[in-house]
């Protein structure tokens, strides 16, 4: 019985450690975003991974780069994102659907207005020990009135 127990808690404290890891992506993508670093935002994802906007899709850290480039020197230069964790769902192993709620703060503003507010699904996996977006989409919070 006790060679079970170690491996059982080893897997619990490996969970638990992917949990986290999984659960900082958003606050990793809030930093690359800060930094108006879109090679750091492209280094969140697998090299096939793909970005869904409302009106946009980016397949492969080459196009989500550019994109992000040339939206931190136009539409989003001076903002801020933020968003935070709301659900996870395992799918299977080495892969995890995680629910997020946030949005892009305008520049020279100081909070989210409800406008912009989204939810996004994040599909991420793990690979070569490090979890990355193999897929991002998000779309606004609120309907359309």
Not at 7 to 20: C, L, R, S
Not at 63 to 84: C, D, N, S, W
Request: with cysteine; charged share 20%; aromatic share 6%.
């Amino acid at each position: 019985m006790t060679t079970n127990s170690a491996p059982t808690g080893a897997k619990t404290a490996n969970q638990d450690a992917d949990q986290a890891e999984i659960a900082a992506l958003p606050a990793r993508m809030i930093k690359t975003w800060a930094a108006h670093d879109a090679d750091g935002f492209a280094d969140l994802f697998v090299e096939d991974g793909t970005l869904i906007l409302p009106g946009v899709y980016k397949k492969g850290r080459a196009e989500i780069l550019e994109f992000m480039a040339a939206g931190f020197a136009g539409p989003y230069k001076g903002t801020r994102v933020t968003g935070q964790p709301i659900d996870m769902k395992p799918l299977g192993p080495g892969a995890v659907a995680l629910i997020s709620q946030g949005g892009v703060i305008p520049a020279g503003e100081t909070e989210l207005p409800d406008t912009a507010a989204i939810r996004a699904s994040w599909i991420v996996v793990k690979r070569d020990g490090q979890w990355r977006l193999a897929v991002y989409q998000n779309c606004p919070r609120n309907r359309p009135e």
